[in-house]
């Protein structure tokens, strides 16, 4: 009757003041032996006393529960373990510098540790000599990865043993797939490592944490059939990143002969769709702050419709609706102050019927973008729509929608575009102008070209020095005419991002 809750203690950790070591494994689980040297089971009462200063078998049994979406509730702060008494908490701000090995999954799952290091107290350092606690987010789909965390670990075991005394001890871990692979050997091999924590064990890295604060080894290596850190939002962990991946699934369960992957991350599970959605619409919103807060940014999206019926968008299978677009673009205009926008547009997909083609003309009248794609409708083999749809729309229908729609978009971005009209704009200078050598061609702000004559201007210095606009140079125009393509305007003087930067 025991036997069960020694399997799930010992696979989860340590009991406080045991020494830490290895029994067996199977069928993806871990099981610790929680016997010091030379010692033999206890009885009852020896197990409930000690049952009883560690984790409680509800804590992992609720960890162990199926996922569900509405299980988690981030918004609202979360309560810490019972193990992790509010004074732990309050003195657990230690910096950790984290260290990242292998692929993107890796990079995510360092993204992961750190959101949920950073909501149980603790600090960020990118310096390594001002570390508490040293993180590695290991590899282990070839040989060579997994050499260069051993090679690494002898760096970082030194640096632990020069430690000064006056310091607090320097914590060293092991996390991800060389953890979940070779446990038992870092525990052994490498005695300075203090944790070891498997790809589904994020969630438990404070309390693993905590058990090497009073001198233990800690490991909780356990994988899941469920965790997929649903409610855990990752944190950037290079804030100046141009780019950030979206995880949707962990695991795999293809079992190529060749790969160690369905047992170092274990049985392939997917995402709730709302918490992708989640993490994409906080990118998202991240991205447009950006571009509203950064003036070198150009202050230019391109949002794809394709079509303004929310009946061809099902169809085409683009995935949201006219009113899901059209707040969108609502959200997009509040966040980010004259932007301009840019579209594409499809005219005579398969079904189209006349009343779809007029709501197509009033998403265009709607919007008003900037700049515009629009084509007429050609069937490609191999698509869906090849397959399953009939093209039943006739050419001459085709060409006449589409002219429609290029003089709908004309119009409406020339009204767009003619708002700029005896406004200065900040431009770019390309280089000369396809019409006119005598002409210089640049782009403004929101990316629409702006045309200029190539005349002699002031250097922007203020030293009355006259100079002619080269590419790469930031010149400022004032507008005084706008087509549906190009604003004209007359040059005024040389000028740099800094300057014309809006002053807070």
Not at 373 to 388: D, E, G, I, N, P
Not at 414 to 431: K, P
Request: aromatic share 6%; net charge positive.
């Amino acid at each position: 009757m025991l036997q069960p809750l020694r399997r799930a203690l010992g696979a989860a950790g340590t009991f406080p003041g045991r020494p830490l070591s290895w029994a067996a494994r199977s069928e993806g689980r871990a099981r610790l032996s929680t016997r010091g040297p030379g010692e033999r089971d206890g009885g009852l009462a020896d197990f409930s006393a000690r049952l009883a200063a560690g984790p409680t078998l509800q804590h992992f049994l609720r960890n162990a529960s199926p996922a569900q979406e509405t299980r988690h509730q981030p918004e609202e702060p979360e309560e810490p373990a019972p193990y992790l008494t509010s004074s732990i908490l309050e003195e657990a701000r230690r910096k950790v510098y984290l260290e990242t090995y292998g692929c993107q999954m890796n990079v995510n799952d360092t993204e992961i540790a750190w959101a949920i290091l950073q909501k149980s107290g603790y600090l960020r350092t990118h310096q390594l000599e001002e570390a508490d606690v040293i993180l590695l987010v290991t590899c282990s789909v070839r040989e060579k990865a997994e050499q260069a965390i051993w090679n690494r670990l002898r760096h970082l075991t030194a640096l632990k043993s020069k430690r000064l005394r006056s310091q607090a001890p320097l914590r060293i871990g092991i996390l991800g797939c060389m953890a979940e692979r070779l446990r038992e050997e870092i525990l052994h091999r490498e005695k300075l490592v203090d944790i070891v924590a498997g790809p589904d064990a994020y969630r438990d890295l404070p309390r693993l944490l905590t058990v090497a604060e009073s001198g233990q080894q800690a490991a909780n290596v356990l994988l899941s059939l469920d965790e997929t850190y649903a409610d855990v939002l990752p944190v950037q962990t290079s804030p100046d990143a141009t780019s950030a991946f979206v995880s949707i699934m962990r695991g795999c369960d293809n079992m190529c002969s060749y790969c160690i992957v369905p047992f170092t991350r274990g049985r392939e599970r997917s995402r709730p769709v709302a918490s992708i959605l989640r993490e994409v619409q906080m990118l998202s919103d991240q991205v447009l702050q950006l571009i509203q807060e950064r003036h070198n940014i150009c202050k230019q999206l391109h949002l794809p419709a394709q079509s303004g019926s929310s009946r061809i968008l099902e169809a085409m299978r683009r995935g949201y609706t006219r009113e899901a677009y059209l707040e969108l673009i609502q959200h997009v205009r509040d966040s980010i102050p004259g932007v301009s926008l840019s579209s594409d547009f499809i005219a005579g997909f398969c079904g189209e019927t006349e009343g779809d083609h007029q709501q197509t003309l009033s998403l265009l009248r709607q919007v008003r973008y900037n700049v515009g794609f629009l084509f007429a409708y050609s069937m490609r083999q191999k698509t869906r729509a090849y397959h399953r749809l009939h093209d039943d729309v006739p050419a001459e229908v085709k060409r006449r929608r589409l002219e429609e729609l290029i003089s709908v978009f004309r119009e409406e971005a020339t009204r767009a575009n003619g708002a700029m009209v005896g406004r200065s704009q900040l431009v770019l200078v390309e280089g000369p102008s396809k019409r006119s050598a005598a002409q210089l061609c640049g782009r403004n702000d929101g990316n629409i070209r702006v045309v200029f004559p190539d005349t002699e201007m002031e250097d922007g210095t203020g030293s009355g020095a006259l100079v002619r606009a080269q590419p790469g140079d930031y010149v400022l125009v004032k507008i005084t005419s706008a087509s549906s393509q190009t604003l004209k305007g007359v040059l005024l003087r040389r000028t740099t991002l800094r300057e014309s930067a809006p002053r807070c």
